[in-house]
């Protein structure tokens, strides 16, 4: 048979080639088939392949390519019981290696496939899910198919996270809310899912939500003036007043983050979903539970809480306080800062002043501890007139100072009763507050609570001395000390002021008298009773002015004159019986007697001023003394 392999032409056939045998139609539809069963892949993409072996090190993929494709077994640890058959995604690295291999990569698969997910969960806003790996500055790390994602300490939920390692670890699920596709970068939340499923509870909340109402929270933030609480997807605000019907320095001093409480609603505001809440007020109020046998005039013991510039608060028991006024604090009429009685903390023991149950008020005081000192029995004795004292200056006034003897018991010294000498126009010329002063109880009155005080009267009134020294048309050296319009005023000796009208400055050379000379100025008039002395320089250098001054001193009184025409004819009738001897005797016996009086009172004057050095000294000595003793 022509057909047999013993009658083939293996001559002929070999000279034909591959594929010789075979019309134009026979090889397309060869081509076609063989085509068929290949699958045209792209390099970087991700492909389904089937596990045509398993080896130790490798693989084999089948991927409908030319060739298979090889992949290292490490990147299929996640699947131990890969076999055979098994259709895994891979991605295509290279088609032909230098070895005609192709090289597939599952890791890389998975990480395409994830951004793949990645930007349709952010496009579709679908849920993903993933594992925490790690902390991480302001928030946490997640592995979301391979690929690692930020999600904030802000988003993992609506309350204020305090720990995130307990996150480490976990399964979460999260929507993204960004892609940076330059630096791969993807932020994650988990709170926009519970907000979504808290904002069907706060609607509840808020539609059934009146005033009194009683809730469950649970503390979420706390601040120095309050904490928020969270009603289950509702914030409300629960103030420091409101914790505690005693007073709270900060609310962590009675509650702790976290916990639950059970609040009253106070207040709500339905347009900015602003809630009140009130903890204090599911227990009785305190004064409620106050013992009856409290009333005006108990004392009363308790802690100071709180001190004021206007007084103290002190609290009888936790939300019952009185408050106690700087005024209640001391029988002194100076009022000070409650500071110098009483500070926070303090155990005080007090008086019931005033008390209004339904107010829920009191007013305390401590004074009332004490004898009111204007009661005392020895008051009378012991500020009697005459009585000499030593005070504190508390208060300067224009017409004089007020001086504290004891507590309780101040006294006026007025401007005009501080010095015999010196005209003090203020009490700061003299005193300052603070300072000591010795004073002579000048008035008292007991039922007005007052009393006259002076400081001059410890010494004898010089001005009887200075009228027999400055008599009228006496001479003496004074300085100028201030000048103006209405003329100079003048120190004289013993520390006493005069005064010169302008017409009294006038020298001998027609010049005036300035400010700080010293000159001879002689008496024209002397007042006691209104400690008044007025002197003129020109008068002591011009006869005219002299002779003036001297006739105003012969000038008799109103009612001398009176007495002196009354007189006039026995006057008249002894002046003839009188010779000229007789009445120069008698004018020399009179100006020796003026003499005789004028020494006698430069010596008591003298002697005064020596003394008051002496006892000046003898003060520094004793304030030296008692520094040496202290050092």
Avoid: C
Avoid at 142 to 164: N, T, W, Y
Avoid at 174 to 198: G, P, Q, T, Y
Wanted: hydrophobic residues 40%; aromatic residues 6%; without cysteine.
């Amino acid at each position: 048979m022509s057909n047999s392999p013993e009658n083939f032409d293996w001559d002929k056939f070999e000279s034909q080639g591959f594929g010789a045998g075979y019309s134009k139609a026979e090889k397309a539809e060869m081509e076609q088939m063989y085509d068929d069963t290949l699958t045209t892949v792209q390099e970087q993409e991700v492909v389904t392949g089937t596990v045509v072996a398993v080896t130790d090190r490798d693989v084999i993929l089948n991927i409908g390519f030319k060739s298979d494709g090889l992949v290292s077994a490490s990147e299929f640890r996640d699947m131990p019981n890969l076999k055979p058959g098994d259709q895994v995604e891979v991605f295509i690295e290279d088609q032909e290696d230098p070895n005609g291999q192709l090289i597939l990569s599952r890791k890389k698969a998975k990480i395409v496939s994830a951004w793949a997910k990645i930007y349709d969960a952010l496009e579709n806003d679908k849920v993903l899910e993933g594992v925490v790996k790690r902390r991480t500055k302001g928030g946490l790390i997640m592995d979301i198919h391979g690929v690692e994602a930020f999600l904030p300490g802000s988003q993992i939920d609506v309350k204020p996270i305090r720990d995130f390692d307990v996150f480490v670890g976990k399964q979460m699920e999260v929507k993204v809310v960004k892609i940076n596709a330059a630096f791969d970068n993807v932020v994650v939340s988990h709170k926009v899912l519970i907000e979504k499923d808290l904002e069907q509870q706060r609607a509840a909340i808020l539609n059934n939500l009146e005033k009194g109402q009683v809730l469950e929270g649970v503390i979420k933030n706390m601040t120095n003036f309050g904490v928020f609480i969270d009603l289950g997807g509702v914030d409300g605000l629960l103030h420091i007043t409101d914790i505690s019907w005693g007073r709270i320095n900060h609310p962590e001093e009675v509650l702790n983050l976290d916990q639950k409480v059970n609040v009253v609603v106070l207040d709500f505001d339905e347009d900015k979903k602003r809630i009140s809440l009130g903890m204090k007020q599911l227990t009785p109020h305190p004064w409620d539970a106050l013992p009856a046998e409290i009333e005006v005039g108990s004392r009363v013991k308790g802690k100071i809480v709180n001190v004021a510039d206007y007084g103290a608060f002190l609290e009888l028991m936790p939300g019952v306080e009185g408050l106690i006024h700087v005024s209640e604090m001391s029988w002194s009429q100076h009022l000070r800062n409650p500071q110098d009685f009483i500070k926070q903390g303090d155990e005080v023991e007090a008086v019931v002043l005033t008390m209004d149950r339904q107010e829920r008020k009191m007013s305390l005081g401590i004074k009332q501890l004490t004898e009111d000192p204007w009661n005392k029995e020895n008051v009378l004795t012991k500020y009697a007139v005459g009585t000499k004292h030593t005070g504190i200056v508390r208060n300067l006034t224009n017409f004089g100072l007020f001086l504290e003897l004891e507590e309780g018991v101040d006294g006026l010294v007025h401007v005009s009763d501080l010095s015999w000498t010196k005209k003090i126009k203020h009490p700061s010329e003299f005193v300052k507050v603070g300072d000591n002063l010795d004073v002579v109880v000048l008035e008292l009155d007991v039922p007005n609570r007052r009393l006259a005080l002076g400081h001059k009267q410890l010494e004898e009134n010089p001005w009887d001395t200075f009228e027999s020294v400055f008599n009228i048309g006496s001479v003496h050296k004074a300085t100028v000390l201030e000048k103006s319009d209405r003329g100079a005023v003048l120190e004289l000796p013993y520390g006493i002021e005069g005064f010169a009208f302008p017409k009294g400055l006038a020298k001998e050379d027609g010049s005036q008298v300035e400010v700080g000379e010293s000159l001879d100025f002689r008496v024209t008039e002397f007042s006691k009773e209104d400690r008044k002395i007025i002197l003129s320089h020109t008068a002591s250098h011009s006869e005219v002015e002299a002779t003036r001054t001297a006739r105003a001193t012969k000038k008799p009184a109103a009612g001398a004159e009176k007495k002196e025409k009354a007189s006039a004819p026995k006057v008249q009738k002894d002046a003839d019986k009188s010779t000229l001897g007789d009445l120069d005797a008698l004018s020399a016996l009179k100006e020796q007697m003026l003499e005789n009086e004028k020494e006698a009172g430069v010596k008591k004057l003298e002697a005064a001023a020596a003394k008051k050095t002496q006892d000046g000294d003898s003060d520094d000595n004793a304030s030296e003394s008692s520094e040496e003793n202290n050092a």
